[in-house]
């Protein structure tokens, strides 16, 4: 550490999960961007008063397709332009997803964060934060001294991961330490729906991360669940380990958790009943229950889905259901003339189809407009079902999400929603819930996706291979 009163460190970091599945593109203006002092206005960072922060660049994009070279470059070189006016620094906190892949670059998080070394040199900390569903290239890996992801899914723990990464940083620049990334990459490919960490087996697995953390030397332990939508040759589940040095020790801890995790492959799956798109429609019909949540998996906007097919609207309406509710689907056109036809009036619409073009279709409807929030929401009720559609693509998570329709969830007998497995705020709400195999971006079946560049052999595309015979020749790469 320097001669300063308090460690100087930077914030930085780019955050997207792409869907490389999608034939949509994530651009400038999708991102949500904090530059400088915007970045530590709250008590979070106020609270880590041995450091003074050198904040940089955040800029973060819900999940969508890939993202543009140039959107890309923009952002990257404003980070590193105030990177560089922030020097020198004694450490680097970045804030990513892991998940990030550019047009013609590849690897966001790999580019981005060796652009920062090259910037700080080699002998400075660097710290990043991930989430769970990263996918972990070796070159990011080791570019960095200590990588943490969430621990929990559906997410709960963002400020938790947050500190202990901080945590992490403020101790290698006080001690003056350089610790190493220990990565296991386990050809494994898991859609986040089959990983929830409140079941089995992730339940167990990410409960031996305090384990391998009580160990002498070593700093964290992560599980990296990876995004299946992002066809890279780094999407895998993997497994970090970073500690003080590299050992021995180190790897086989690693190794030992990606070996349970192999072993127990079959054991993933998701925590609700699964159907076909009409058969959780009659599930739901016939149900005793209310609410019954089904999620429209393979249009599930949180991993990058489009939002706007219609199908279960479709399907619904063909089915007779009465007492049903969507939310929602992502029409701006729809929500226009919604709002220009005005509360109680009838209109004839085409909705859907426009985003995603290759699973989706325009629907054409009747109804009548029963709500409208200009100019982003409109409720629209067609036969027995209401839908919600939105001038964006927005993912309905939490009671307040449909609060901003004035809809309240718990007075329909059926719910859709375009996510995979419920978020904290509905499974209190739901009394049953289905995971419908929709199609979509965001396909539950992941031996149907068209994979071009995932590593192979990988399971489930693959199955008659071992794996843990070829991990004992390299326990860093599995291979």
């Known amino acids: 550490m320097t001669s300063r009163k308090k460690a100087k460190c930077a914030i930085c970091g780019i955050r997207h999960e792409t869907n490389t599945f999608s034939t949509l593109r994530t651009m400038l203006e999708d991102f949500h961007v904090l530059r400088g002092e915007e970045i530590v206005t709250n008590e979070f960072w106020a609270s880590f008063e041995e450091i003074e922060w050198a904040p940089t660049l955040l800029a973060g994009a819900s999940p969508h397709g890939l993202v543009e070279k140039d959107a890309y470059l923009k952002l990257k070189e404003e980070l590193m332009n105030r990177l560089c006016d922030a020097l020198p620094v004694d450490g680097v906190y970045m804030n990513l997803h892991g998940a990030m892949e550019i047009e013609e670059i590849g690897d966001g998080e790999s ?23 990263g996918n972990i290239a070796p070159a990011f890996a080791e570019s960095t001294n200590v ?3 969430l621990r929990t899914a559906p997410h709960t723990d963002g400020s938790e991961t947050g500190r202990r990464a901080l945590g992490h940083l403020v101790r290698c620049v006080k001690d003056g330490k350089l610790p190493v990334n220990i990565l296991v990459k386990v050809p494994l490919l898991l859609p986040g729906e089959f990983a929830v960490t409140e079941i089995e087996p992730a339940r167990s697995l990410y409960a031996r991360l305090s384990e391998i953390e009580s160990e002498e030397g070593i700093l964290d332990a992560s599980i990296l669940i990876g995004c299946a939508w992002t066809d890279s040759p780094y ?70 889905g489009a939002g706007d097919i219609p199908l279960f609207l479709d399907e619904l309406l063909k089915a007779g259901a009465t007492d049903a509710l969507v939310a929602g689907l992502a029409d701006p056109d729809a929500v226009k003339l919604c ?21 989706g279709y325009p629907l054409e409807v009747k109804g009548v407009v029963e709500y409208i929030n200009p100019p982003s929401l409109a409720v629209l009720k067609v036969e027995g079902v209401k839908v919600i559609l939105a001038s964006d693509r927005r993912a309905f998570t939490s009671l307040h999400s449909f609060q901003q329709a004035v809809v309240n969830p718990e007075d329909y007998q059926i719910v859709v929603v375009k996510l995979g497995y419920l978020f904290a705020g509905l499974r209190g709400i739901a009394k049953d819930s289905i995971m419908a195999l929709s199609p979509g971006f965001t396909g539950l079946l992941v031996d149907e996706l068209p994979f071009k560049r995932v590593m192979r052999p990988i399971f489930p595309l693959d199955r008659d291979f071992e794996w843990a015979e070829l991990s004992q020749a390299d326990p860093g790469t599995g291979l």
């Open 339 to 359: 709002i220009q036809a005005g509360v109680g009036s009838q209109v004839t619409l085409s909705i859907g189809g426009k985003l995603d073009q290759i699973n």
């Open 235 to 304: 999407t895998t589940v993997s497994v970090i380990v970073a500690a003080e040095e590299e050992g021995q020790k180190v790897r086989e801890c690693a190794g030992s958790l990606a070996s349970e995790i192999w072993m127990r492959r079959e054991e993933f799956g998701p925590d609700a009943e699964t159907a076909s798109v009409e058969e959780s429609i009659k599930k739901a019909m016939k149900s005793r229950v209310r609410p019954v949540f089904i999620s429209d998996s393979g249009d599930n906007v949180t991993a990058g």
């Open 111 to 133: 580019d981005l964060v060796s652009s920062v070394r090259e910037i700080v040199g080699s002998d400075v900390p660097m710290v990043a934060s991930l989430d769970l569903h």
């Open 147 to 149: 990588l943490t992801a």
